[in-house]
């Protein structure tokens, strides 16, 4: 079965860009990070946005929630079921 959530970037640069990432194929946050971060790369580069690519490059996201309570989260098309943020962290 596909458990789809939503996850919406917040912070300066991407704020606002959601992803839905499907939960039955992460086993953590990191790996809802890996998989976000890596829709949002693909989407810059297919877009030719290379000056943000590589601004995104410098941020450390992460997620603030508990990946069991993603989990146990009602799914609906207009939820937000987590925010991915930076708070402009460089690395």
Do not use: A, P
């Not at 300066?12 to 971060?37: R, T």
């Not at 997620?63 to 079921?81: M, P, Q, Y």
């Amino acid at each position: 079965m596909v458990n789809f959530k939503t996850f919406q970037f917040s912070c300066e640069l991407m704020g606002g860009y959601s992803v839905s990432i499907d939960l039955d194929d992460c086993k953590s946050l990191d790996d809802i990070l890996q998989m976000s971060v890596s829709l949002l790369k693909s989407f810059l580069l297919i877009n030719n946005l290379y000056f943000l690519l590589e601004k995104i490059e410098k941020f450390k996201y992460h997620i603030h929630d508990l990946f069991e309570d993603i989990l146990n989260k009602e799914t609906s098309d207009d939820n937000i079921h987590g925010y991915i943020c930076s708070h402009c962290e460089y690395l």
